[in-house]
Every structure is written in C-alpha cells, then in structure tokens.
C-alpha cells in the first residue's frame, strides 16, 4: 500500500515481545509494542502518529469518560503463510465505524486513515501476530470525543487510536443462553445498531445476573414487549429452522455484523434459503420443542461461530441438536475460519493482505 499519510513514527526502544508467553494468551490483556493516534481539531484530522503503546494523558472533564461518547470496532489479522497479515474485511469495520460516529456526533474517519494507519501499524508490530494454531491478532480501533468540556452538547474535538492485541485460539465451548424478558441492551430509536461504549456499560448487569444463575450469556429481546429475539450476547444470532438459515432482520437496536452478513452470503452461496426477518421467542421454543429448530449459534468477530448448547426460558432449559451433529454451523465454521486464514480459496474477496 502507498503511505501517503503524514505519519511521525516513534518506535520502542526494546520491544516487549519476548515477555509474552505465545503458547497461553489470555484474551484482550497482552497489547504489542505500539499504537496509532489521531486527533480531530478545528474540523480536521491530523497529528498523526505512531508511538509506543502506553498511558496517555486525558483531562479529567473529557465527555467520552463522563457520558461515554465512545465508539469501537473489532476485528481480527491472521498470519499468512508468507508471514503477511490477512486481514478480515476491514473496509467493512471502517463503514460501520462511521455509522456509529453518525450516530454518537462524531466526525467520520476517512478511509485512508483508516486502512493506512491499520497496515503502518500492523506492519511495525508484524511479529506479535501469532503463528501458533488458531491464534490471531485483535484490532481494536476506537474513536472518542477529547473536548475539555462537562457540559453536554456535540463535542469539537477527537481522538482516533488503534490498539493491537495477539489473541489465542478460541475454543467455543457451546454456550447456555437465557432469553432476557426484562432488561433490554438497546431500545428502538436507541444507539443499538452503533458499536457504542455506553450499549456494553449497561449490559454487564443484567449479563452478570444471567451467569449468576448458570448461564454463559443472555439472548436478548425486543425492548417492547420482550418477543422477540434480538442477538446473543454481543454476537448476532442465528438459527436453522426447517433448513432454512434464519436470522433477525437488522434494526436500529441490531449490530450489523460482519460476521453475520458473511455466514448469511455463504449459506446463499451454497444453494441454503436464507431469512431475515423477526424471530420470536414462541417460534424457537415451540421449534426446539419440535425439532424443527435444528441449530442455533451466536456469530462474531471474537468466536467467528458460538453454538448455542440449551436456551433457558421461564425457568425452563430447552436443548438443542449436539454441536457435533450440527452440519450447517460446523460446515460454515470450517470454511469461514479456513478463508479467513487464507488456507481457503477467497471467493467472496474478503481478505486483505497488509
Ligand atoms: C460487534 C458486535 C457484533 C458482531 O459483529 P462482527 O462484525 O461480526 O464482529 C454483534 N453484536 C454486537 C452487539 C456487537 O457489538
């Protein structure tokens, strides 16, 4: 890629690398040796750099710590076998990411920002990406509002960063869910389809009481009437019902995965009817009851697939299909995963190389 970015680079004296223990990476603790910054002042981007990863200081009357004018994006690197970074469509995190800026009054960030400080930054730190089985490298970009002002209002300046994190192999151990029936993750007219700090913050509560009680995470519902099913967790959800994939219809409480919408292109792409539209809560209780409801799993950047084990609904668990016997989401699991790490053809072109 040409830099055509002003950029000031300055590097560690010593990297960190040797400190890390590859084979045992707890994930989003380990960060590599450096991290990108930007700034938005006077309606303009600039001051862009490079410097080594650390603390940084922040005025305590900054809005993004006070009313979480936070957004974030994830998305994750591979190694190649050349030794390059494959990354998985990034241009799609940079899309979303200005949607949510949208949203939350933030200035966009323009597409060669984007991709040239990810691939300077990527390549400078190329060696923390893993190169030991199902490891990766986490990209975290995340834009926040830097004004030295407590009261509420569209902020004027900003701060850009990206941060990367060597991640280990995700074994998704299949997940208990429970369909959440009173607290809600995002309302209509709400901030839900935005990858806003503020939508995490209050769904750590009502998260926790879902483990309390035995459940790896909720599934959550429509902030109505609590009817009908929204995504899992912080992964979109779907389900095959009667062999068809199914999965809620984006809304403006629904996170457009990229994830989802490369699972919902596959499926097409292999002959499988594919559904977006609203799923009830009755239809996938009286599915599993019935055996029409073959596979449910959550889909995301961090587990590419989680299966779905049992949803637990009024005080009652209902299992599915074990995981092994599940074709589709096993199937699409092996093929997502194999072109994301470039051991694949790439028909849809979604890897870049950096
Ligand atoms: C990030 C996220 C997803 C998954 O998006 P991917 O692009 O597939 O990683 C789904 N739901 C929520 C709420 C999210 O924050």
Redesign the pocket.
């Known amino acids: 890629m040409v830099e055509t970015l002003k950029m000031e680079i300055n590097h560690v004296k010593q990297s960190r690398i040797n400190e890390v223990d590859f084979s045992n990476i707890p994930f989003g603790k380990i960060f590599t040796d450096h991290m990108f910054m930007a700034d938005f002042r006077k309606g303009e981007w600039g001051n862009f750099r490079i410097t080594p990863y650390g603390y940084m200081p922040i005025s305590p009357a900054t809005p993004a710590i006070h009313y979480g004018q936070a957004i974030f994006e994830?998305m994750k690197a591979y190694r190649g076998t050349h030794g390059e970074a494959l990354v998985f469509r990034p241009l799609d995190n940079w899309s979303r990411l200005n949607r949510s800026a949208e949203r939350l009054c933030m200035p966009a960030v323009p597409e060669d920002v984007f991709m040239e400080s990810l691939s300077t930054l990527i390549d400078l730190d190329r060696e923390w990406i893993p190169d030991t089985k199902g490891a990766s490298l986490y990209i975290r970009p995340f834009l926040f509002s830097a004004d030295e002002y407590i009261g509420i209002k569209p902020s004027e300046d900003f701060t850009f960063m990206i941060i990367l994190c060597p991640v280990g192999a995700y074994y998704s151990t299949p997940v208990k869910v429970r369909i959440e029936t009173h607290y809600t993750r995002a309302a209509q007219g709400g901030t839900g389809y935005a990858?806003a700090g503020g939508n995490y913050a209050g769904a750590i509560y009502p998260a926790k009481l879902a483990q309390n009680a035995g459940y790896h995470q909720l599934l959550w519902t429509d902030g109505k009437n609590h009817e009908y099913i929204e995504?899992s967790g912080?992964?979109?959800v779907m389900f095959v019902i009667d062999n068809v994939l199914v999965t809620p219809e984006l809304s403006d409480s629904i996170?457009a995965?990229?994830?989802?919408d490369s699972v919902l292109q596959m499926a097409s792409a292999w002959g499988m009817k594919t559904e977006e539209r609203k799923v009830s809560v009755k239809e996938i209780i009286d599915g599993i009851e019935s055996g029409r409801v073959t596979e449910a799993f959550g889909?995301?950047?961090a587990a590419t697939i989680a299966p779905i084990e049992l949803i637990g609904y009024n005080g009652r668990d209902y299992y599915l299909t074990p995981v092994e016997k599940r074709e589709f989401s096993n199937k699409v699991l092996t093929e997502l995963e194999g072109i994301k790490r470039g051991l694949k053809p790439d028909p849809f072109g979604w890897v870049v190389k950096m």
């Open positions: 994830g990858k995504e912080t992964m979109n996170l995965g990229i994830t989802r889909a995301g950047t």
